[in-house]
């Protein structure tokens, strides 16, 4: 069965919500509006089993004919502060803040596996749908999961989808096992001993030893990590100085480093706290070094990923699927994958005449409408799967 063809008739409404939520963006943890637009529209489709979680969250819970086993599909709804350079009718009302990573979508593709399912509910077992707060940065998939969203009824599989301004509309990708890195942030500060320009050994110059520190951490990477277990560190910026006629006392420097390999991730700090403690050393000067665990790995469940490719080959056709390379950004859907087996996939918004190139997070990100009656039908699939093959 196919729900493709009841997905577009539906898209001029679904597209009247995207744009309802592109318009009213809000950041993790204050999604009180949006909140009241899920569950509006999610009762305005009969389903009863509708509960408000972690604030600002929404579950709902479909039903099967008979009890079986419980399946969920998960989507992000909070927006970034960023502020939305668009020029259309439907840009962001809201001064530096904006759906620019397509949680708009996202939200409104589970809208609509919402509305499929509700006309079709399974014939054995449930499907969970989670709409779930404050995926950039706050944690949200882990504040769920302390409330209780994997339990009562215990979750046994879970998907995901991400939109991707990368592959053409009509088109899905998925990574066979890893999919997106741990994003581990930290912060560091170099100390010295400020003075004058002009009489530099007398002072210990901060700047100098950081210098050597970024150069150092840069070696960290290319020479003491597998080069075969993709790592990044980035510093994203630094702070120094007050004047050009002055030796700074000290700088700090903030970065974030992303990892896939569990092991190389829990061995940067301390390779970190080594290089750093030796530079500063020798130089006379010292260190304070803030390391914060942030994202784990996202790990597919290989079994899964077939299914996925099943649900895209029944919406789309056999030639829309294929298999991809991981991505070295962060997600915190991680969270799910380490508690149950998961999935996640992505799904291609990209259309040049429709002016949806631009990447995730850019000012300009738009998306291409036309491609969510294929999110929605394909989530809506692949949950009925999972139930029809546990039977």
Known sequence: MTFLNTAEKNLPSWTEWRRHLHQNPELGLEEVETNTFIVERLKEMGHKHVETIADTGVVVLVEGKAPGKTVALRADIDALPIQ????????????????????????????????????????KGNIKLIFQPAEEGRFGAQKMIEHGVLENP????????????????????????????AAD????????????AAHPHRAIDS???TAEVISSLQQLISRQIDPLAPTVLTMGQ???????????????????VRTLDPDV???????????????????????????????????????LVPSVKEAVGEVLGNDRFSIVKPSMGGEDFSFYANEIPAVFFRLGVR??????????HHPKFDLDEEAMPYGASILATWALNQLKESE
């Open 185 to 196: 942030f930290f912060n560091l500060e170099i100390i010295g001993e400020g003075g004058h």
């Open 84 to 123: 939305d350079e668009k020029d259309v009718a439907y840009k962001s009302k809201v001064s530096g803040k904006a759906h620019l990573c397509g949680h708009d979508a996202h939200t409104t593709m589970l809208l609509g596996a919402a509305q499929l399912l509700k006309d079709n509910p399974p014939e």
């Open 265 to 303: 991730r829990y061995s940067i700090e301390e390779k970190m706290n080594r290089v750093v403690k030796g530079i500063t050393d020798a130089f006379g000067g010292s260190y304070q070094l803030t390391y914060n665990y942030f994202y784990p790995p996202l790990i597919n469940d290989t079994s």
């Open 154 to 181: 215990k979750v046994d599989a879970i998907a995901g989808l991400h939109v991707n301004p990368d592959v053409p509309t009509g088109y899905v990708t998925c990574a066979e096992k890893e999919v997106c890195a």
């Open 351 to 360: 259309n040049e005449a429709k002016n949806a190139f631009y990447p995730l």
């Open 207 to 209: 700047i100098t030893m």
């Open 238 to 256: 630094i702070h120094g100085g007050s004047a050009d006629n002055a030796i700074a006392p000290n700088v700090k420097v903030g970065g974030t």
